[in-house]
């Protein structure tokens, strides 16, 4: 059968680095609990500032897994 009916989620990624790494920590730590992650959408970014400067990157992914 080819009919697919998927779950989104929605998590928040934070990193001391890059807007790239807090993306990519999301992921890797959803799916250390969700099986089968197809894909990811970038809905939101931003970040913390403390004392003028930036001191995290922030991103908001939405991750999609099928149901079975």
Same mark, same amino acid.
């Given at each position: 059968?080819?009919?697919?009916?998927?779950?989104?989620?929605?998590?928040?990624?934070?990193?001391?680095?890059? !807007?790239?790494? &807090?993306?990519?920590?999301?992921?890797?730590?959803?799916?250390?609990?969700?099986? +089968? %992650? /197809?894909?990811?959408?970038?809905?939101? !970014?931003?970040? &913390?500032?403390?004392?003028?400067?930036?001191?995290?990157?922030?991103?908001?992914? +939405? %991750? /999609?897994?099928?149901?079975?």
């Amino acid at each position: 059968m080819s009919d697919k009916v998927f779950k989104k989620i929605r998590v928040v990624g934070c990193s001391s680095k890059s !807007f790239e790494d &807090a993306v990519e920590l999301a992921v890797e730590k959803a799916s250390g609990s969700l099986h +089968d %992650l /197809s894909w990811f959408e970038v809905s939101e !970014f931003r970040g &913390a500032i403390s004392g003028g400067k930036v001191v995290e990157w922030q991103a908001t992914v +939405d %991750l /999609s897994f099928k149901l079975e």
